[in-house]
């Protein structure tokens, strides 16, 4: 990752400056060549966007590849960053739309007011914000601080290159804690943030691009579409019954889980929450209990993939899925709707620990 200000490597000096594109002199050493002198050069205004007004900017995918971007002193601008990016930081920004794609590390909106964005990161936090309406995709528990009027909604987005950017990003489409908000500076009485509506469409939030160069871009907001599996969150749940399905590692685990999600939410089921997460012979016994001996030999191949849903029947509809649809396919699923309320605490639990939230 280039870093926009770091100093310029001095020239080699033996005796006197050599002059640049100069042969040595006969007898004298080549200064050595170092793979970060090969590198390009970074420009910070390739990586900024700086005061704009009533324009739609963006970048197309691989324009950004993994560098920090600013976006900062906007009003009334529609900005689009199709790549994964290190960090991004918006600044003074006033009515603007704003997607970004997958962030490595953290986002950081400070004294922006009345935006709609959709967002994906490792590290979400506003300072000095109001009126802010996100759909989130967020590895680790979102902040807000000296923030009011904070809207939050589930990631809904699609296009060809998202997915290998998540994966060039570090960041899990499993792993979504939107709803999960920690007010830093919460005043008695108030509430400093909520949930957007459930029937929230995306693109009445931020309008798909219309400059000829961003509709190359193939965006869908289909919620069957999207990269990020769309879960309830912290909504209340429609029923006092869950399940809790479990995938362990192997060639077609994320297939598995997007397949068994759209089995069940299509019988009806609503997903609640999901999470990728390795586990050690300890946790296995923490969650799976009596079972856990069949699954420990499976979590050396990697990361698991959990999901809970609810309905009433929900653990009788995951267990027939899966017979049905999985037949050969080792998954962990809740035995009955007794035990499936302890199975979600205890995977839940673990995994929040896990991912220090």
């Known amino acids: 990752m280039g870093c926009f200000f770091s100093k310029r490597r001095k020239p080699a000096q033996s005796g006197q400056q050599q002059g640049a594109g100069q042969e040595p002199a ?37 324009k950004v590849a993994g560098q920090q971007f600013v976006i900062q002193d906007c009003e009334n601008c529609s900005i689009y960053i199709f790549d994964y990016s290190a960090t991004i930081t918006i600044d003074d920004c006033v009515n603007c739309q704003i997607f970004l794609g997958p962030i490595k590390g953290s986002v950081f909106f400070r004294d922006c007011k009345d ?38 909604g589930c990631f809904q987005y699609y296009y060809p290159e998202l997915a290998l950017q998540f994966k060039d990003a570090g960041l899990s489409i499993f792993n979504n804690t939107w709803s999960n908000i920690h007010d830093f500076t919460p005043v008695s009485g108030e509430n400093n943030w909520g949930l957007l509506p459930e029937d929230a469409v995306v ?20 919620a069957m579409k999207s990269i990020i599996p769309i879960t309830r969150g912290q909504r209340q749940k429609s029923s006092d019954e869950s399940c809790l399905a479990v995938f362990f590692a192997g060639d077609y685990t994320t297939a598995n889980a997007r397949k068994l999600i759209d089995e069940m939410t299509g019988k009806g089921f609503q997903l609640v929450q999901t999470k990728e997460v390795s586990m050690k012979a300890e946790d296995a016994q923490r969650v799976f209990q009596q079972h856990a001996s069949e699954f420990i030999p499976l979590l050396e ?57």
């Open 26 to 62: 006969a007898g004298e050493e080549k200064a050595p060549q170092y793979s970060w002198d090969q590198r390009a050069k970074v420009d910070p205004k390739d990586y900024t966007f700086s005061g704009l007004k009533d324009e739609t900017v963006g970048r197309l995918p691989g």
């Open 115 to 152: 935006c709609k964005c959709i967002v994906a990161c490792q590290q979400f936090r506003t300072r000095d914000c109001r009126k802010l309406e996100v759909f989130l995709c967020c590895a680790t528990q979102p902040i807000i601080e000296s923030s009011t009027g904070m809207k939050f």
């Open 203 to 222: 693109q009445d939030y931020v309008p798909l691009p219309t400059s000829e160069e961003l509709k190359a871009v193939r965006i869908s907001t289909d």
């Open 301 to 357: 191949r990697g990361p698991v993939i959990a999901l809970e849903f609810n309905g009433d029947g929900a653990v009788e509809g995951c267990r027939n899925t899966v017979n049905d649809v999985f037949n050969g396919t080792k998954v962990f699923v809740s035995e009955s709707k007794a035990s499936a309320s302890q199975d979600v605490d205890n995977f839940y639990n673990f995994a929040d620990m896990r991912m220090g939230m």
